[in-house]
DNA sequence: GGCCAGGACACCA
DNA sequence: TGGTGTCATGGC
């Protein structure tokens, strides 16, 4: 157990060195994070940033914005963030539950507890267990580690975890190793996908990286 | 022109 | 529970 926490704070300490800490999430506010959470799902963030700009252009990156905005508005407006039909639907059901259990304010939202939030959050269609993880940890500073298809790439190839483990598996190796610190989680898994885009594609070996001399 | 991107869900065996 | 199809735009 301690020597795993020490590689995984080796491995984070290189990411660090590489490429400094990064301040994630590129977001002017928390429920900026909420929205781009559910846009970015399967999705290149270049993409999203043009749904974003979008919602920001009409004045809708708000609760009631997108609460009042029609679902065929909203669809073309978040258009470039591809699967737009699907996200349209996922954000309005994301707004209406906030409005049904918290009163449209995230900022009551992250005063539950949040291992319970969490739960709830799972039972919301449209959000998924990395989606509810970036909200919680991205937007509500909650110490919830976030796994993506880029943790996954790299942890599976530096042989600690399995590639098809399921995310609260792998989940759980960093909850269950590291201290819950949201400062220490946010910036591991940003660097992970900073180091992931480069590094961590589908049908490219880390050939090169930093991390070239820990991977199988 | 193909590949891929910071998933989630329905459906099936 | 695990595998597969679906949803779609845009950069490289």
């Known amino acids: ?103 449209g304010s995230l900022e009551r939202m992250f005063s539950a507890d949040w291992r319970e939030l969490r739960e709830e959050m799972l039972l919301v269609k449209g959000i998924g267990r990395e989606t509810a993880d970036s909200m919680l940890l991205y937007a509500g500073h909650k110490p919830t580690f976030v796994v993506d298809a880029y943790t996954v790439r790299l942890f599976s190839r530096l042989g600690l975890v399995r590639e098809n483990g399921g995310y609260e598996e792998i989940r759980s190796l960093f909850m269950d190793n590291l201290p819950g610190d949201a400062k220490l989680f946010n910036e591991y898994h940003a660097l992970i996908v900073r180091h992931g885009k480069e590094h961590c594609r589908k049908k490219q070996r880390c050939a090169g990286c930093i991390l070239h001399l820990l991977c199988r």
Request: charged share 20%.
């Open 1 to 103: 157990m301690k020597m795993m926490k020490e590689t995984l704070l080796r491995i984070f300490d290189l990411l660090l060195e590489k490429y400094g800490p990064l301040g994630w999430w590129p977001a002017d506010s928390p429920f900026e994070i909420c929205v781009g959470a559910i846009l970015t799902q399967n999705t290149n963030w270049l993409n999203v940033e043009k749904a974003i700009a979008n919602l920001k252009q009409e004045k809708l990156l708000t609760p009631h914005g997108l609460r009042d905005l029609p679902l065929e508005r909203l669809a073309a407006v978040i258009r470039p963030a591809g699967f737009f039909n699907v996200k349209s639907v996922r954000l309005k059901w994301f707004i209406n539950w906030l409005y049904d259990s918290y009163g």
